[in-house]
């Protein structure tokens, strides 16, 4: 009797954890990684090593004055964001099993995998002289991001955060800035 016992609570905490998932509710600085989280219903992700990338939205992104020197370069980097998103949520995903996969157009969802749709709503690259001058967080770079996890049709979370970066040489920092907030997305990935 005390080994069916014994037996039954490993399986079912076992269980417990394949099936472990943030519970429904809203969530400020949610394991010290994104600003915002909110839960809207309960998910099951377990088993699944999909994460399907929707085009990322950038209309939200203020653009630079196109006399400004970050404007072509702010542009370029837009164009060609859902690309450097996925590879760096590949690169930051790829060690415990994930597989990032971009999707063609906005209405695909899968049942069998993550699907993460992200709405780019800031891509500043400060202003040099302002962060060597006045400091005090004057000038610095932001960039920031609002998003949805889809389980199949529903979705099930929604999320917003940003990253505030102080390095000076403009084309580093673009890159350096989308780096940081994927390293942040995996690990919210990682955690759900």
């Known amino acids: 009797m005390k080994r069916t016992t014994i037996i039954l609570a490993i399986l079912m905490f076992s269980c417990m ?14 394991k010290n990684t994104i600003d915002q989280l909110e839960v809207k219903a309960a998910y099951d992700f377990s088993g699944r090593k999909t994460v399907i990338l929707l085009p990322v939205m950038t209309s939200d992104v203020k653009l630079p004055e196109e006399d400004n020197d970050n404007y072509n370069l702010v ?10 998103v996925a590879n760096e949520l590949n690169k930051n995903l790829e ?9 063609e ?7 069998e995998a993550i699907v ?7 891509f500043d690259l400060g ?24 389980d199949g049709d529903n979705a099930v979370i929604t999320f917003k ?7 000076d040489n403009y084309s580093k920092l673009a890159a350096k800035g989308v780096k940081d907030v994927c390293k942040d997305l995996a690990k919210m990935i990682l955690g759900l």
């Open 116 to 122: 993460l749709q992200l709405n780019w709503a800031e």
């Open 75 to 84: 542009t370029k980097a837009l164009t060609t964001l859902t690309n450097s």
């Open 17 to 30: 954890g394949m099936m472990a998932q943030v519970k429904v509710g809203k969530y400020q600085d949610w």
């Open 161 to 167: 955060h940003r990253r505030i970066s102080q390095m």
């Open 127 to 150: 202003n040099r002289a302002l962060r060597a001058w006045v400091g005090f967080g004057a000038g610095n770079a932001v960039f920031g991001t609002e998003g949805v996890i889809y």
């Open 105 to 111: 157009n906005a209405d695909v969802r899968d049942p």
């Open 95 to 103: 060690k415990k099993g994930y597989k990032v996969v971009v999707a």
